[in-house]
């Protein structure tokens, strides 16, 4: 048998995840339109779990950072073992950046920590493109390469699956027979599909003239204080902040205190793009104008990150362009950081 490499067909994927759900949450994505959505494993809904497609309209921070929860004091959280199935590599991705932030720092986070300890993460390569993804111009992929326990590779019925480390060998252990060996026609089939999907989303970002990292490197550097070309890119801006909410980098958090409760604190998801982000007591904001908040936004992406990490904090995933009630393409925006200019596209 090739090293890691195995088959499974999806009635014995659909049965494993049921016996995994009996002691575990399990979540799975199922479509709705054109969108997939998270959503816990229900074996009465599996005609409508989608494995392949793209990334689901939520990004996987929700399960790892919850948007809001109390800190102390608070309700007792779930502690089964979570199992996320169905992850695309835009956001497997992400994760450098959230480990990063909650887990490098002194102290981490305790609370994003044991989260993180407790899933398994099962991935799946995407299986068709849309115009707004652009993975690959941030050096992705559309399909998963690292930060995953399991990785599914559907074809019809039959599922190349590859395991990485000890999560993964757990299940396949406890469950050895759902999985068979894995035969040099599916690999094929594997590769395949992925140069293809590989090839749609070149497509797309040659067809945008999206800037790939070269391009950006140093830019936002050097057009960090042209006022005018800043506050041309906020102009339509309405501050709502979903770019942050929707975005599987974006980390910031706001603490706050319940003064109906004794000593019961919280945190919520906050926005770069808020008004009152940065503002200090006594009403201080050195970031008071919509554009130096927005400009903010990016230079942590493509310039603080880089610094600090070596990778930018943008996965090419396109969540926020399909977002953003002002209708700010953040690739239209990097083009004008790389160029200077801000060529406004008109409203597809």
């Given at each position: ?11 014995d ?34 005609s ?10 939520e ?24 199992v ?32 993180r300890?407790?899933?398994t ?25 690292g ?34 060996e ?26 945008r ?18 006022t ?6 906020a ?52 970031r008071?104008?919509l ?31 399909e ?26």
């Amino acid at each position: 048998m090739r090293e890691n490499l195995y088959t499974i067909t999806k009635k014995d994927l659909f049965d494993l995840l049921a016996r995994i759900a009996v002691s575990s949450r399990v979540v799975v994505p199922y479509i709705n339109g054109e969108q997939l959505y998270f959503g816990d494993f229900d074996p009465a809904k599996e005609s409508r779990i989608e494995l392949g497609g793209i990334r689901q309209a939520e990004p996987i921070k929700t399960f790892l950072n919850h948007p809001r929860e109390m800190v102390v004091n608070g309700k007792k959280p779930d502690t089964r073992p979570l199992v996320l199935v169905g992850v695309k590599a835009c956001d497997l991705a992400s994760l450098d950046i959230q480990d990063f932030v909650f887990l490098k720092g002194d102290p981490e986070d305790p609370l994003y920590a044991e989260k993180r300890k407790r899933t398994t993460i099962i991935s799946v390569d995407c299986t068709y493109a849309k115009e707004t993804c652009y993975c690959m111009a941030m050096d992705g992929a559309p399909y998963p390469t690292g930060n995953f326990d399991i990785n599914l590779s559907v074809m019809d019925n039959n599922i190349l699956v590859e395991a990485a480390g000890p999560k993964a060998n757990d299940i396949i252990s406890a469950y050895r027979m759902f999985f068979k060996e894995a035969t040099p026609h599916l690999i094929g089939i594997r590769d395949s599909n992925r140069n293809a999907i590989s090839g749609e989303v070149k497509s797309f970002i040659d067809k945008r003239g999206t800037p790939n990292i070269a391009a950006i490197k140093g830019k936002l550097k050097e057009n960090y204080n042209k006022t005018e070309l800043w506050e041309e890119m906020a102009s339509t801006c309405v501050e709502c902040g979903a770019c942050n909410l929707v975005c599987p980098t974006c980390h910031c958090f706001l603490l706050f205190d319940e003064s109906n409760r004794p000593a019961t604190r919280g945190r919520v998801w906050d926005s770069c793009l808020y008004k009152s982000f940065a503002r200090v007591a006594g009403g201080a904001n050195p970031r008071k104008h919509l554009y130096e908040r927005l400009r903010n936004r990016f230079d942590k992406k493509f310039d603080f990150f880089p610094e600090v990490l070596g990778k930018l904090a943008c996965t090419g995933c396109g969540r926020c362009i399909e977002a953003c009630a002002g209708d700010i393409d953040i690739r239209e925006v990097l083009k004008g950081v790389v160029t200077g200019k801000w060529n406004k596209p008109p409203h597809e």
